[in-house]
């Protein structure tokens, strides 16, 4: 079954730039997709797209049955709490422990404490954290922080998570313990994965779906593909 739909889907901004060409994929429930492609290539915008923080100039957006496109603003935290998203610099609180900023995303839909509690601790358990509640992001690697925001993002069991360069400033032994923890989160919940990444090494070693963007078009789609030259 397809969690997520995009027929003929451009994206032009008010610059005159348009970063996204009449793209047209369909990402089947519980996949894992790399998108890829050099600078410029529409990867970020795409990614943007998906969480409804862009908009498309034209086409349809399905993700989980809403129409992104035509959402309103005021209807756009439905779509949200359908997924989850990690960024390439983990947007930890610096004053909450570890704990606490997993937690932040369960206290905002309102989720009582027994709840928050234990899935708080569930999900800081599957990214190999749990004994490091009570610390705070500066005391935590780069490669741990990242964990933590992963946590974050999957702790209200979102049925997407997306990730936007989510090892751009890790170094590769660290972005490959970031890689495991979420493959292990895709193979044991069924999360659909989607992840932009320029990481070479990581698209070739984990041979999962590749996406590949070239200035804003789709150059090449592959079920278990490999970092293309014609995405460079």
């Known amino acids: 079954m397809d969690l997520i739909n995009l027929k003929n ?12 060409y009449d793209l047209n994929i369909s990402l089947k429930k519980g996949s894992f997709t790399f998108v890829i492609g050099g600078s410029g290539s529409g990867k970020s915008t795409l990614i943007k797209m998906l969480y409804r923080e862009e ?8 993700v989980g049955g809403l129409n992104v496109a035509k959402l309103r603003n005021k209807k756009v935290y439905k779509l949200r709490r359908k997924l989850g998203i990690v ?29 928050t509690r234990q899935k708080v ?11 490091k509640v009570h610390n705070y992001p500066d005391q935590l690697s780069g490669g741990e922080q990242q964990r933590v ?18 090892t751009g400033n890790l170094d590769p032994d660290m972005s490959m313990e970031v890689m495991k923890v979420l493959e292990d989160i895709n ?12 990481d070479k090494d ?4 984990m041979k999962k779906q590749v996406l590949s963007l070239k200035e804003g078009r789709l150059v090449n789609f592959s079920k278990k593909g490999t970092y293309r030259n014609e995405s460079n």
């Open 9 to 20: 889907v451009e994206k032009k901004y008010k610059n005159g730039v348009t970063a996204i």
């Open 55 to 62: 908009k498309p100039t034209k086409g349809q957006i399905i």
């Open 87 to 115: 960024f390439q610099d983990y947007r930890l609180l610096p004053k909450l422990t570890v704990y606490e900023n997993v937690a932040f995303a369960m206290e905002v839909i309102g989720a009582d404490k027994d709840t």
């Open 121 to 131: 601790l569930k999900a800081l358990e599957e990214v190999g954290l749990k004994n």
């Open 149 to 166: 925001a992963i946590a974050r993002a999957i702790v209200n069991d979102p049925k997407l998570l997306l990730c936007d360069e989510p």
């Open 187 to 198: 193979k044991a919940r069924g999360t659909t994965i989607i992840m932009a990444t320029h």
């Open 202 to 205: 990581i698209v070739n070693k």
